[in-house]
């Protein structure tokens, strides 16, 4: 059974960073694709940012490109996000998911697993 923790959430002024950590423990270590999704009040939860355990696939959302980078220590077994020049759109509770197939998804169904979720609040 794969168990997933989030850290790292907190209060940023715009334009600042945080790092997300995500603690995977569990039988299927090393397989399948880490997911980053958020969501906000009243709102559906949208995919942020994955990556395959390999690294071999990466995909991010429009809005984060070039702002958030996902990365994963293997022998740490720790998914990071790197979230830099934070809006207050991205506001939300961040979660941490795996699914089995390594193959990026964007959709939350998709996954099999998830984390508590941290919260991330920006001021303007």
């Known amino acids: 059974q794969v168990q997933l923790v989030e850290s790292g959430g907190g209060l940023v002024q715009a334009g600042g960073s945080l790092r997300l950590s995500c603690r995977v423990s569990?039988?299927?270590?090393?397989?399948?694709?880490m997911g980053w999704f958020h969501q906000a009040p009243g709102n559906d939860r949208e995919f942020v940012a994955g990556?395959?355990?390999?690294?071999?696939?990466?995909s991010y959302a429009e809005s984060v490109k070039g702002r958030f980078t996902i990365s994963v220590d293997t022998a740490k077994n720790n998914v990071y996000l790197q979230m830099n020049s934070l809006k207050p759109e991205d506001t939300a509770v961040y979660y941490c998911?795996?699914?089995?197939?390594?193959?990026?998804?964007?959709?939350?169904?998709?996954?099999?697993?998830w984390g508590q979720g941290t919260q991330v609040t920006v001021s303007a």
């Open positions: 990556m395959s355990w390999s690294g071999d696939y990466t």
């Open positions: 998911a795996w699914r089995k197939i390594y193959w990026p998804s964007v959709r939350p169904n998709d996954y099999y697993t």
């Open positions: 569990g039988r299927t270590l090393g397989s399948g694709y």
